[in-house]
């Protein structure tokens, strides 16, 4: 039902209204608003845009917060509007889940077919029979079976472990499907049919890159709107031309048998346990304050982005990490005054 609302979307004539360039003019903040406003500003927000049913209901850029040495290695100047150029971490995840889909359509990728289809074999430390059994969609899942040093440690398919080390596999991946290079496809596929101009690909500090996945992606608040838009109105970029299938969003967002909170590379709202990035496993679903539809893509830091297809809705968050652990739960019960 969640996979089949995203990709449902809504109507394409409607797409041009809800452009992060576009919309009504932004009337005076009522008190809900100031209190939304207040929290985010005081939570380490550089980037917070909200933008419902057609409408910018709010679009705010702040400065670095003072005195986090980690956020410089995370920004790259700032954009003619005045938006700081961040590195989103782990929100890449989504983007290019993106072109999984996009290649996907294009017939360039079975994600069925074992990873070594697309790549090298001895792409992990598991043994040839063990690795020929990880297949693209238990990677895009998180369950490949592999720990986060490419390890074996249970059967591929079987255990969702949030593990970035080996999500990186995906670039390679894609781009050996394509036989093109990541930036160019991204290009050609994604930003540019959408219209982000501000996304691109750069290498990663070493600090940053020893994780195990050497290149961010770096963009703004607007760009990440229009890729949220682009998903909200199914698929559809704003000026009408379709970027990815309804079936393959649709399937992008279908619940992991592993992680009912998370899907292809997207996190999931609505389900009855979630487990985290840290293996934490808890009942309820990921953000209770927040509409059940709603899907995200998750950055370290904070970085957000929310798209719920029942609310005509689309949120970003940029910034370095919010103060408040629980810092999703208190936004959305301050933004749901708002929107709701």
Do not use: C, E
């Given at each position: 039902m969640l996979a089949a609302t995203v990709a449902s979307g809504m109507t394409v004539a409607s797409?041009?209204?809800?452009?992060?360039?576009?919309?009504?003019?932004?009337?005076?903040?009522?008190a809900m608003m100031t209190q939304l406003l207040d929290y985010v500003r005081g939570q380490n927000t550089t980037g917070f845009l909200v933008i419902q049913g057609g409408k910018v209901l709010v679009e705010k850029n702040w400065p670095v917060p003072a005195g986090d040495?980690?956020?410089?290695?995370?920004?790259?100047?700032?954009?003619?509007?005045?938006?700081?150029l961040e590195d989103v971490a782990s929100q890449q995840k989504?983007?290019?889940?993106?072109?999984?889909?996009?290649?996907?359509?294009?017939g360039l990728i079975d994600v069925d077919k074992p990873v070594s289809d697309y790549i090298s074999t001895s792409w992990s430390r598991a043994t040839p029979e063990q690795e020929a059994k990880i297949r693209v969609v238990d990677v895009l899942t998180m369950s490949s079976g592999l720990d986060r040093k490419f390890g074996y440690a249970v059967p591929a398919g079987t255990r969702f472990l949030y593990n970035t080390q080996v999500y990186a596999i995906t670039k390679r991946i894609v781009a050996a499907a394509a036989r093109a290079p990541l930036g160019a496809i991204t290009r050609d596929w994604l930003t540019g049919p959408v219209g982000?101009?501000?996304?691109?690909?750069?290498?990663?500090?070493?600090?940053?890159?020893s994780v195990g996945n050497d290149t961010g992606l770096v963009t703004s608040p607007r760009d990440i709107a229009k890729f949220g838009l682009m998903i909200l109105h199914g698929g559809v970029a704003e000026n009408g031309k379709r970027v990815v299938s309804r079936r393959s969003l649709a399937a992008m967002f279908a619940r992991s048998p592993t992680n009912p909170a998370y899907g292809r590379l997207w996190w999931l709202n609505g389900s009855a346990y979630t487990i985290g990035a840290h293996a934490d496993r808890r009942k309820g679903p990921l953000v209770s304050a927040a509409p059940a539809d709603m899907v995200a893509a998750l950055g370290a830091f904070d970085r957000q982005?929310?798209?719920v297809p029942s609310r005509r809705l689309v949120v970003?968050?940029?910034?370095?990490?919010?103060?408040?652990?629980?810092?999703?739960?208190?936004?959305?019960?301050?933004?749901?005054?708002?929107v709701g």
């Open positions: 797409a041009a209204q809800h452009s992060p360039d576009a919309g009504a003019a932004i009337s005076a903040p009522s040495p980690a956020f410089a290695n995370f920004t790259y100047g700032r954009t003619s509007d005045g938006a700081l989504s983007f290019v889940s993106v072109l999984i889909a996009i290649a996907i359509d294009k982000m101009t501000d996304t691109a690909w750069r290498n990663r500090p070493a600090a940053l890159a982005l929310y798209i970003v968050r940029t910034g370095a990490a919010a103060s408040d652990k629980d810092f999703s739960q208190q936004l959305w019960l301050r933004l749901m005054k708002v």
